[in-house]
Every structure is written in C-alpha cells, then in structure tokens.
C-alpha cells in the first residue's frame, strides 16, 4: 500500500473517537445522483466512530425550521440509498437562511441537539452559506445568550462550529475538486441519449443539435462532446471566434461530404458569443437549416440530466469522500479554516473552502471580462486538456495544410511524415475503439501516415496491416470491444515474422492499446532490440483492460464500464431480493487475480463481504463473515451481497461459499449464486472510458511524435534507449511515461498483477460501511493543501 512502511509513522483513526460528538448532514441547492451515497457514508461513518449523527431534512429550509426536520440517524436508515439518485433527505433553496434571523433560528436549533459540526453537501452557494454561519456562530450564540434562548453551560459546551463541505453539482463548476459529486452520472444520462440520437440521425441524414446543462460551466457539454465525437461544441468558458457561423458550416458540409451521414452539435444552456450575445440551440438549428439546408432536430436534455441511479465513480467518489468528511470533522480544531473534501487524480484531498470558493467566483469575473483564455485556465487543469484534446481531435486540416502535403518543403516533409501502427492487445475492453480514433487522428494531424494492425500480434505476424484514414475511425467512440479485433497471442514466438512485417511497411513507432499481454509484448519486443534493428523504434502502451491489473497505471481502459456493469447488476438483484425477506446473494466477478473489480464494484453496490486473492481468508474469515449476516438479518436489512473475485481461492470456489452459507445460514436466510462472465467486457463504453481512452492515446501520439524527432538520424529513426518503450500510466496525480523495463520490478508475473495496488486502501472503507470493526490507515489522508498551488504538470484526471 502507498502508506509508509514503518509502524509508527503510519496513522489509525482508531485514535480519533467521536464519543460525545454529534455531526449533523444536509444537502443543499440543486439535488446531485450520488449525494445519497455520500449522506450514507458519512451517518455510517459517525456512528462507527461512536459520534451522534442528526439528518437535517430539506437542506438549510429544515435547519432553520428545526422540529421534525432534524432526526437522529441510524445505521438502518441509510439502507438502501446508494443506488438511489437524487437526494433522500430532501434539499430546498432557503431565502430565510440567507437573513440574519434564519441563521439565529438555525443556530438555536443545532444548539438545542448539541450540533456543532456540519457535513454541508452542496454547491458554491451552499458551501459559502455554510462559512458564513460558521464565522457568525460566536456571535449568534452571543444573541441567543441574551435573549435568554440558551444559558452560560449550552454556550460554552457549543462555541465552536466546524463545517466540511462535499461538492455536489452535475455540473463540476467548483474550482480544487476535479469531480465533483454527480458530474459522471449526468454524463451518463448525456451519453445515453446521444447514443440513441445517433441512430435515428443515421437513419434519416439529420443534424442534431442537443442542449445540456451548464449556465456558467461548459464541463458537461465539452466532455460529451468529447466523448460522443460531436461536430461542433459551445461553451460559455471559450466562445467561438467571429465568423463561427460560416466556419461552422463549412466543417458540417465537409464531414457530409466525406461520407458521414450525421451531424452532433452540443450546446452548453450558457453558452454565447465573443460579444455576449446567448448562442441558442434553437438559433444554431436556424443557422444550419438556413445556410446548409439539412434536416435539423433540436432535443433540449433538462432535468433528465439529474436524474436516474448514480454511476459506480460517482458511488465510489461520494462513498470516499463521505468518510474523509468525518475523518476531516474529527480532526478539526478551534482554528481549522472550513474545507472542502474532494478528489485530485485518485487521491482524497482537503482544500479551504474559501480558497475554493473565490477560485470559482475568479472563473466567472474572467468570463464577464472576456478573458476567455484565463477562465479556461482557472477552471483547473483537467478542463483545460479536455479543451486541448477536443480542439486537436475536432477539426481535420486539409490535405494542403498537412506537413507532407505538396506545400511541404522537403526538409520538413522528411522529419514529419512518419508511418505509425497503432494495435489492440489481449482481451476487448470498452473504450479501446475510443483510443483508437484519437490516436488515428492526432497522428494524422501531426503529420504521420497511420497504419492499424488487426488481431494484435497474431495479425501482425501474418500481415494484416493496412492504412487507416481520418475518415476510418468516424462513430468509433461509442462502440464497445475492440474493432480492430484483438488476440492474447505474446510476439516472442513470431519475431522473425513481425520484424519483416515491420520492414515491409516501414513502420518506424508502434501503439499498443491493450491488457497484460499487451504489457508483456511490448517487454518482449524491446528486449529483441538487439536482435532486430526494425524494434529499435519508440514504442508505448496504452492500458486498456477491465481487469485493472497493469502495473505502473492506477486505471485502465475498461474498467469503469466494467464497474458500472457489475453495480447495475447488484442493483437488480439486491432488488429481486425486496420481495423475499432474507436472502444472500454471492456474486462471482471477472479480473483474474486481480481483485480491482470485485472490491471497488462492492464498494459501489454496497457488499457485505468481497473475497479476493490479495487479501488472502481462511475458514474462519468465512464463518465470521456468515455470523456476521446472521446478525444483520435480525435488523430491518434482510438481505446480503457478496462478491468474489473468480480466481481468490482455488479451493473456496464460487460453489463451495455458496453451499457452505447456504448450511450455515440455514432458517436464517436462504442463498443464491451468480456468475457475472463475459457481461462485464462488453457494453457500450462508459463516459469515462471513452474520456480517458480519447485523452491517453492522444497524450501517448504526442510522444511518439516528440520521440520520432529526437530519434531521427541520418534519414531513419533509430531509438533503442530504455525511454524509448514505455507504458502511459495514471500514477496517483499524473500521467506518466514509465520505461517498461522499470515496470518489471513492480510486477508479480505469475498472477499477473502489480505488486503493489492502491485501491487495497479502499477495502476498509468497504468493511465500514458494512459493519465490520477493522483498521483504517488514514496517514494518506488529507493534510489541507491550497488551491492557488500549482498542480504537478502531467496532472489530468477526473473525467479523465
């Protein structure tokens, strides 16, 4: 685990209690899918630690009112939630909390129950209410004194008010947070209806122009755009320059011509022009009906945006950041400023809230002052290179324009025009068409001629290699498995064979996107460097599996669709089950060895056990895990999820946990089995995958391109330097090119995974939420960081 090794640097929170203190939640402003997740995690959280948890129903409204509004919490309350969107405990807009009378009547009811500490999930506006009570409270409680509404001891026992707050927004408008709570999922309901658009727009030749939501952020709009391939984008953070209309026109009348039979537009609700001017869906529509003449249909998404059951990332984010809440209000003191818990990469973060704040507000004063390009870069880096791979992806120079083209002179035609295969590798996994395209047409667009190789080294070796053309690759982002086809077949045996193929077409930098077996070809090409003159070329591997089990990345390619595969499933049959009281499901999930899928989608689907291999169980493991359902059967839940990854144990099989809690929970519950299988590869990708599958192969196209130029010497590429194969991996906060020869020590060969895994930190929190008393490192959670620091340079997450 990514904690440090010596005991007692490492921090337990079995140290911090929360006896004798009460934690109140609320869910303000806009309602967001996966709040419920997060109110779930954190009165679970503060009851595990022995602290009172108060549900305030009806956000800042209910506060104010007091009464039946503010209700103790228990761990049955929250059954149930995660899969629900919306938010269960109610949120209002509240004009009273914005008087000083409000906040006078909000204080007294929180004083009254000895609240002091506050979980505010919400937006900017709830959050910046949330730190206005709290620097008012010593004077509130001051006028409550006087007024004789509360004596000396109640004063004293409450003078402090602590506040961490959760950004719930669809529309990821806070500025520190990469994601913000619900974000995923509204892209999910995007994508979902775009996916269907495209199908009827085939149909009959139609342009389509779709309006999503986002008054002053353009995140949903720019990452659906991103992720469905569309033609043309507005958002309010970067207006199209004057003279958009014609330009518009010209590139949907192209990409007719060439052979599509549709048209995507996306319009953010805020977006405008250079001069302010609202750019409409119904005046784009105008526009192309009037300068082009093409059927056009206009579908405005509104509230579907924010509903429907929340996705696995944003259950998993809320889940996280739900326990970092409490953590963050156990340890605050006196003096902690208030602060936001959010994610950067993979990792929970603490941020002043304030600092956060004004940081969004910045966004907006830019925006009114028309400096287009420091909101873009306020908004943080991740939106910032959702823009750069969008604008490099979007627009297809013309051929004159190209660096081989005839205006080329010969110096640079000679550098720039290179030939580059790009392959898939191992089993499909969803968004690996997604990576494909990018990286087809970011080569194209610097330059390169591209080459695709069917059926991984197996086609390689018999030479199924043939050009692939920006045209080729249109609609591929939306399409699951791998369409370039994919084998497991390993190079070592065909050297001869891929090396003379390699001369044949000259293929001087090679792309592999692909699981372990893609891992392992490229560790056995660069190391037949010395062999064979023709590997002597840059080389890189994109991860894209489902399993996650590639060392040197925290994700891949695959594994999100995959989650939100196995959580939908759960959900179904945690629901079969409502009808028949007491029944334990056990659940067998795909990832080899590797147990990513199993303990994350548990996570997700709320599981009571989750067997794996890393964590290695034994009989008593079982029994406990038996005893412990027993108990839970006598509550209001009478139901159990267990997940097992396929390979955890070669003699505790699916079967046999199945007929052993089967016997040992007879007359208490009764069980069934499911094998999820190939279910869990196939799909159409989620948002995520095709982001990160768009953005990783665009970022690994770049440094071929920058890799060809410093390797090309008296008229060939020649690159046989450990740099010069590598794997692109996600690595805590950055992306990272590591040498794949580096990557060998981090690997476990023999199960096929890495030796170290940083989601292994996130089981306890899975055990927690089920009622189970185990040991929680928290020496990696946050110490509060600020926002105006820079990131690191490679940083790109979230969606990524």
Request: charged share 25%; with cysteine.
């Amino acid at each position: 685990m990514a904690a440090p090794t010596r005991q007692d640097t490492k921090k337990y929170f079995e140290n911090l209690s929360g006896a004798g203190k009460s934690i109140a939640v609320l869910t303000s402003g806009g309602d967001a899918q996966g709040m419920n997740a997060a109110v779930r995690a954190v009165v679970r959280m503060g009851i595990y630690v022995g602290a009172k948890v108060y549900f305030i129903h009806e956000g800042y409204q209910g506060m104010v009112d007091g009464g039946e509004n503010i209700k103790e919490a228990t761990w049955e309350s929250v059954s149930s939630m995660l899969q629900v969107g919306g938010t269960v405990i109610g949120s209002a807009r509240c004009k009273e909390f914005r008087t000083h009378e409000g906040r006078l009547r909000a204080a007294h009811n929180l004083v009254q129950r000895g609240i002091t500490n506050l979980c505010v999930i919400g937006g900017d506006g709830s959050l910046t209410g949330a730190n206005l009570f709290r620097e008012e409270w010593s004077g509130l409680l001051d006028e409550l004194l006087e007024q004789g509404l509360i004596d000396e001891a109640a004063a004293s026992s409450n003078s402090v008010l602590h506040i961490v707050g959760m950004v719930g927004s669809i529309d990821n408008d806070f500025c520190g947070t990469d994601m913000t709570i619900g974000t995923d999922s509204a892209l999910h309901r995007i994508i979902e209806v775009v996916d269907a658009i495209m199908t009827t727009a085939q149909s009959h030749q139609r342009t389509f122009v779709l309006e999503v939501m986002g008054r002053h952020c353009g995140y949903l709009a720019l990452v659906s755009a991103l992720a469905c391939g569309a033609d043309w984008v507005f958002i309010p953070e970067m207006p199209p320059e004057d003279g958009w209309e014609e330009n518009m026109c010209q590139k949907l009348s192209e990409s007719r011509s060439r052979g599509s039979r549709l048209n995507i537009i996306i319009v953010a609700e805020g977006a405008m022009d250079r001069h302010g001017k609202p750019v409409t869906s119904d005046f784009v529509k105008d526009l192309v009906v009037r300068c082009l003449g093409f059927d056009t249909r206009v579908t405005i998404l509104g509230h579907v945006q924010r509903g429907g059951t929340p996705s696995a990332f944003d259950r998993i984010l809320a889940s996280r950041m739900g326990v970092e809440a409490v953590l963050a209000l156990l340890e605050a003191s006196a003096n902690t400023p208030a602060c936001v818990v959010s994610l950067v990469g993979n990792q929970a973060v603490r941020l002043p809230l304030m600092e956060c704040v004004q940081m969004t507000q910045e966004v907006q004063k830019a925006m009114d002052e028309k400096k287009f390009e420091e909101a873009v870069r306020l908004r943080g880096r991740s939106f910032e290179n959702n823009l750069n791979t969008y604008k490099l992806l979007s627009y297809r120079k013309a051929d004159s324009e190209l660096p081989n083209g005839e205006e080329a002179d010969e110096e640079e035609q000679i550098h720039s025009s290179f030939n580059v295969a790009v392959m898939n590798v191992g089993a499909p996994a969803a968004g690996m068409n997604a990576a494909v395209r990018s990286a087809v047409r970011v080569g194209i667009s610097e330059g390169h001629k591209m080459f695709a190789v069917s059926d991984g080294f197996e086609g390689f070796y018999k030479g199924q290699i043939k050009e692939i053309k920006w045209g080729d690759v249109g609609g591929w982002t939306g399409q699951g498995g791998s369409l370039l086809g994919t084998k497991r077949t390993l190079p070592a045996k065909h050297m001869d064979k891929i090396a003379e193929q390699m001369r044949i077409h000259n293929i001087n930098a090679l792309l592999v996107i692909g699981g372990f077996e893609a891992y392992l070809g490229l560790v056995e090409l660069s190391s037949a460097r010395d062999k064979y003159s023709e590997f002597c070329v840059p080389m890189v591997m994109v991860p894209a599996t489902v399993s996650n089990n590639i060392p040197g990345s925290d994700l891949s390619i695959g594994a999100d669709t995959a989650l939100n595969a196995i959580t939908d499933t759960c959900d179904r049959i945690k629901q079969s089950a409502s009808g028949t009281k007491r029944r334990v499901f056990i659940i067998e999930t795909m990832g080899g060895y590797c147990g990513y899928l199993a303990s994350v989608g548990g996570l997700a689907a709320g599981a009571d056990a989750v067997y794996i291999y890393e964590e290695p169980f034994d009989i008593r493991d079982l029994q406990a895990n038996v005893e412990h359902l027993t108990e839970k059967m006598k509550t209001s839940i009478q139901r159990g999820l267990v997940l097992r990854n396929e390979n955890c144990n070669e003699n505790f099989t699916t079967d046999f946990i199945y007929q052993l809690y089967s016997e040992e929970g007879r007359g208490v519950f009764d069980c069934r089995k499911n094998v999820l299988g190939h279910m869990q590869q196939g799909g159409a990708p989620s948002p995520f995958d095709r982001n990160f599958g768009t953005k990783i192969a665009a970022k690994a196209m770049q440094w071929i391109t920058r890799k060809l130029k410093e390797s090309y010497k008296g008229g060939k590429v020649f690159a046989n330097s450990e740099d010069t194969a590598c794997l692109l991996g996600m690595r805590r906060r950055a992306m990272v090119f590591q040498p794949v020869s580096q990557i060998r020590d981090e690997t476990d060969f023999v199960h096929r995974i890495p030796k170290e895994q940083w989601w292994l930190k996130l089981r306890p929190l899975m055990k927690i939420l089920a009622k189970y008393k185990t040991s929680y490192d928290v020496s990696d959670s946050g110490q509060l960081e600020h926002v105006s620091r820079l990131r690191p340079k490679e940083t790109d997450t979230a969606a990524i």
